[in-house]
């Protein structure tokens, strides 16, 4: 019997690879976006529009399109990226990434918590601009807030589920090439789900709540 995967996100970018991916490797995929693509529409998997991981209203979207899908992986994959300017600080844009980057993969997650199975993964996907003990250049305070906030949820999801025998991956996928940073990165996003797929297969109870980089490494709060 073939595994499940939702992933959130999935129209382009990271999601749209490991949609391809998890397809590739006979998980059902559960395609989850705003909007859907040609590319993704070409999958041949269950494509969910209308997926606004920002707002409320979610949660009963998911509820009422999934509600008889057990699921054996969880990845919360959507998020945004704005740069703030000190000075010229846009707070709208802040709070809308804080919508989206943080409370949006809680939102999914408390949503489908109850159909994730025993021994089942939860992946969020963050960014090490999110480390403090990483932080060199400063800026992009909405971006970093929101991720470091991401950070610690994950942490505590970590601990909460441990009880329901269910594993979170806190991952960095790497520098990648994608729209959100107007293609400029240092891998391709088909590498970083790749590696970041290898994470999640090696994640255990044991490695939980931990932060990764999509190679392995393990990153500074």
């Known amino acids: 019997m073939s595994k499940t995967v939702v992933i959130t996100g999935s129209n382009r970018g990271i999601g749209l690879s490991f949609a391809a991916l998890y397809k590739a490797k006979g998980w059902q995929v559960y395609a989850l976006c705003r909007h859907s693509s040609k590319t993704l529409d070409a999958l041949g998997v269950y494509v969910l529009e209308g997926v606004d991981i920002s707002k409320d209203a979610v949660e009963k979207v998911l509820k009422d399109n999934l509600a008889d899908v057990s699921i054996d992986l969880l990845i919360n994959n959507a998020g945004i990226l704005r740069n703030e300017v000190l000075g010229e600080l846009d707070m709208d844009s802040m709070r809308h990434q804080f919508e989206t980057n943080t409370l949006g993969p809680l939102r999914v997650t408390e949503a489908l918590l109850p159909q994730i199975s025993q021994g089942g993964k939860i992946a969020l996907i963050t960014s090490r601009m999110g480390s403090i003990a990483d932080n060199g250049t400063g800026g992009y305070f909405g971006y970093r807030m929101s991720k470091a906030a991401l950070n610690i949820a994950g942490v505590s999801l970590a601990k909460d589920v441990a009880t329901q025998d269910i594993a979170v991956a806190i991952l960095h996928p790497g520098l990648v090439g994608t729209d959100m ?12 789900a790749e590696r970041l797929a290898e994470r999640i297969d090696e994640l255990s109870m044991k490695t939980s709540g931990t932060f990764w980089h999509s190679n392995g490494e393990i990153l500074p709060w």
């Open 181 to 192: 940073i107007s293609g400029y990165g240092d891998i391709t996003p088909d590498e970083a």
